[in-house]
């Protein structure tokens, strides 16, 4: 499965125009959803995709969607589907979502170059809003594709200035018809960059996901009395942001202690903090605090988000304040397929690459895919690990053999290569 490197290159790159930021170091781009940025980019991809014989269409929420039935195939039976998103974080990389969309799109030009005859049609799918950067709390388009969202729910959501996703959508021309649904596929498979540096530091070109980590969000509020910071005696504060450090501190520990017991790669963070009435000259009387914590066991998740309560109900006797914690977002950890996971072992070592099994401890599309249908995950990897970051960088070489690795996964499931022994999900 030697994919056209330069092809897929010229793709990732030209995307990487729409929306592009001067940066001092690396290459940036805002691409956000409804954006004259984000237009440019769902255009080129759909002539890439009609470039390449496919059929595209444009469902409710925006989502782009390429389809191509050889003749080998049965048109009515499930097809394999791959893909990701083109929307970005304000300033971030370029390969984060794109080079999964285009190197779907090269897998299925590989494999039609190459003769090979798939049973299943194969279906390219970017889908819209993965970031959450403008309207909701990410993974808005395969949200909507996977049932977990109604098509009137994700177009009414608005964003910071009162537009709605549907105003946005047709606003730039890309508001479509119908629902695409997850569940319809036989198989689903998304390439990404890792956005860490465990395959840099082994050297191993390819990662084959096992688990993706679930997602808690919980907005914490910390209540106590604005007061004269000159005039206060020390004895006499309910002070919010002293009552907020303890807090803090306790998740981190809370977390560092579950990794020593419990889950290695669990993690809490306490990553926003807004105080009131916030000047130097008055004792806070209140703070609002974001918290995040993932793992692949949401029962290790739960056991967090309880820890967290326990601090604030201490620091409610200890220090007098009062407080409240709204656990506003939860989103299960998802297991990769079996035989999705197969499909990939299978098409690596075919070309001689070596794969390494690991978790994802980012979110992303595959995790809601997931609930509906055999889903499976592989990463390219990272330099440094960053994202989300004009530094974002994944070297060209490593994105053609990822991508070959996902074409010979994507042409297994499809019926194109000898069926393997683990067929579970």
């Known amino acids: 499965m030697n994919v056209d490197r330069e092809r897929l290159r010229e793709d990732v790159e030209r995307n990487a125009e729409f929306g592009h930021v001067e940066t001092d170091e690396g290459r940036g781009r805002?691409?956000?959803?409804?954006?004259?940025?984000?237009?440019?980019?769902?255009?080129?991809l759909v002539e890439r995709l009609e470039d390449a014989g496919l059929e595209v269409r444009i469902d409710s929420v925006g989502n782009v969607v390429g389809r191509w039935v050889p003749a080998s195939a049965d048109p009515d039976a499930r097809p394999v589907a791959a893909?990701?998103?083109?929307?970005?974080?304000?300033?971030?990389?370029?390969?984060?979502?794109?080079?999964?969309?285009?190197?779907?799109?090269?897998?299925?030009?590989?494999?039609?170059?190459?003769?090979?005859?798939?049973?299943?049609p194969l279906v390219v799918v970017s889908f819209t809003e993965e970031e959450g950067g403008r309207f909701g709390s990410g993974m808005l388009g395969s949200s909507v594709a996977a049932g977990r969202r109604s098509v009137e729910e994700a177009l009414a959501l608005e964003d910071e200035e009162g537009?709605?996703?549907?105003?946005?959508?047709?606003?730039?021309?890309?508001?479509?018809?119908?629902r695409l649904?997850?569940?319809?596929?036989?198989?689903?498979?998304?390439?990404?960059?890792?956005?860490?540096e465990r395959l840099e530091s082994v050297g191993v070109p390819v990662g084959i996901v096992t688990d993706i980590t679930g997602i808690t969000h919980c907005a914490v509020t910390i209540e106590g009395e604005a007061n004269h910071a000159g005039a206060t005696p020390m004895g006499e504060r309910t002070d919010a942001l002293a009552a907020a450090s303890e807090f803090v501190r306790d998740v981190e520990r809370a977390a560092e202690e579950t990794v020593?017991?419990?889950?290695?790669?669990?993690?809490?963070?306490?990553?926003?903090?807004?105080v009131g009435p916030?000047?130097?000259?008055?004792?806070?009387?209140?703070?609002?605090?974001?918290?995040?914590?993932?793992?692949?066991?949401?029962?290790?998740?739960?056991?967090?988000?309880?820890?967290a309560r326990g601090s604030l109900a201490r620091l409610e006797r200890s220090r007098g304040v009062e407080c409240a914690l709204d656990r506003e977002f939860d989103v299960e950890p998802a297991s990769m397929?079996?035989?999705?996971?197969?499909?990939?072992?299978?098409?690596?070592?075919?070309?001689?690459?070596?794969?390494?099994?690991?978790?994802?401890?980012?979110?992303?599309?595959?995790?809601?895919?997931?609930?509906?249908?055999?889903?499976?995950?592989?990463?390219?990897?990272?330099?440094?690990?960053?994202?989300?970051?004009?530094?974002?960088?994944?070297?060209?070489?490593?994105?053609?053999?990822?991508?070959?690795?996902?074409?010979?996964?994507?042409?297994?499931?499809?019926?194109?290569?000898p069926e393997t022994e683990d067929r579970g999900s």
């Not at 649904?181 to 860490?196: C, I, S």
């Not at 020593?260 to 807004?274: D, F, N, Q, W």
Request: charged letters at 25%; aromatic letters at 6%.
């Open 163 to 178: 537009t709605t996703l549907e105003d946005a959508l047709e606003g730039i021309g890309f508001r479509g018809e119908g």
């Open 30 to 44: 805002t691409n956000r959803p409804g954006t004259e940025a984000n237009r440019r980019a769902r255009t080129f």
């Open 83 to 120: 893909g990701s998103h083109l929307d970005s974080v304000p300033e971030g990389g370029i390969f984060d979502g794109p080079l999964g969309v285009y190197g779907a799109l090269e897998a299925v030009r590989t494999m039609r170059e190459l003769g090979i005859e798939p049973e299943r």
């Open 278 to 307: 916030n000047a130097t000259n008055v004792v806070p009387g209140r703070v609002e605090c974001g918290v995040d914590v993932r793992d692949v066991d949401h029962g290790v998740m739960d056991g967090l988000v309880g820890r």
């Open 181 to 196: 649904n997850a569940a319809g596929w036989d198989a689903w498979f998304e390439l990404h960059v890792e956005q860490g």
């Open 337 to 417: 397929a079996p035989r999705c996971r197969t499909a990939a072992r299978e098409a690596a070592k075919a070309d001689g690459i070596t794969a390494m099994e690991m978790y994802s401890g980012a979110a992303h599309d595959t995790m809601r895919v997931a609930r509906v249908t055999d889903a499976g995950l592989l990463f390219a990897p990272s330099r440094e690990g960053i994202s989300h970051n004009p530094r974002e960088w994944t070297d060209w070489d490593d994105c053609a053999t990822a991508t070959g690795v996902l074409a010979g996964a994507l042409a297994r499931l499809a019926g194109a290569a």
């Open 260 to 274: 020593a017991s419990e889950s290695e790669g669990v993690v809490a963070t306490v990553g926003s903090l807004s």
